[in-house]
């Protein structure tokens, strides 16, 4: 499989590497969380500029992601959650794209998050750009109300592998313990192909054993919050760190 390794951080590689999320509202809460993200048990660092209430300022996160980047000393994943797919702000598509292209062109950034369903040329153009830039492309997918079936959930972990990510990720909400077994049992069966490392977890404290056990089903990494979760079933970065240790193989 090929690895994704960024500032000697290897994802795809034994245990399953954190991320932590910044959910900062203010530019002083961002630049108070990057600096507890350095210092916590994280490997990587997520800027969920979603929360961010400046975000639709030209320029304010490309700007912003310099000294995020210089505090957390980790590398960078840069993500705007749509509304779709359960984010905080509402952007259209053309807004998406742009301030995704000013980040790309003037930002500070290893990875870039990018949704799977966008429109297909839009996602084509932004995966291009990234490339050029020599920014890895992260495509996602995210299920806030159910768990698709078995079939449909390797189906969109293949689509992104083909439409060219560097990692695949899927975040799904169970109804029931089965539906936990439904991402389990997709990962472990994608993971034996996939070429790219896989992020995948079933969400909310039913899900929560997904987020644990990414090294024996193959998901490459794993979200733990600092104070604010990003997504409901997060566990607290040190938490995490502690059992991820202890379950180790
Ligand atoms: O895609 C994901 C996964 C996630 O939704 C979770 O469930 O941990 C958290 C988000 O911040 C991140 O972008």
Redesign the pocket.
């Known amino acids: 499989m090929k690895r994704v390794t960024i500032d000697n951080v290897t994802i795809g590689q034994g245990r399953p590497k954190i991320?932590v999320?910044i959910?900062g509202k203010t530019q002083a809460e961002v630049i108070q969380a990057a600096k507890d993200a350095s210092k916590s048990s994280g490997d990587l660092v997520?800027w969920?500029i979603d929360f961010y209430e400046d975000v639709e300022k030209a320029g304010a996160v490309s700007e912003l992601s310099q000294e995020v980047k210089q505090l957390v000393n980790k590398p960078l994943?840069i993500?705007f959650?749509t509304f779709e797919e359960?984010g905080e702000r509402e952007l259209s598509y053309e807004q998406y794209v742009a301030l995704y292209q000013e980040i790309i062109n003037e930002g500070h950034v290893d990875l870039l998050?990018i949704e799977l369903f966008i429109p297909e040329e839009k996602l084509d153009d932004l995966i291009q750009e990234c490339r050029s830039q020599g920014i890895y492309v992260?495509l996602?997918n995210?299920d806030f109300e159910r768990t698709p079936p078995e079939e449909e959930i390797i189906r969109r972990l293949e689509l992104m592998e083909s439409k060219g990510a560097d990692i695949c990720?899927i975040?799904v909400m169970p109804q029931t313990p089965e539906d936990v077994l439904t991402l389990l049992k997709a990962t472990h069966r994608r993971q034996q192909f996939t070429k790219v490392p896989l992020?995948t977890?079933s969400?909310g404290s039913l899900g929560m054993i997904s987020?644990l056990s990414g090294e024996v089903f193959g998901s490459a990494a794993?979200?733990g919050s600092l104070g604010k979760?990003?997504?409901?079933?997060?566990m607290a970065v040190e938490d995490l760190a502690v059992s991820l240790k202890n379950l180790s193989l």
């Open positions: 991320i999320p959910v997520e969920r994943l993500t959650r359960g998050d992260v996602c995210h990720k975040a992020i977890m969400m987020r794993t979200f979760a990003s997504a409901p079933g997060q």
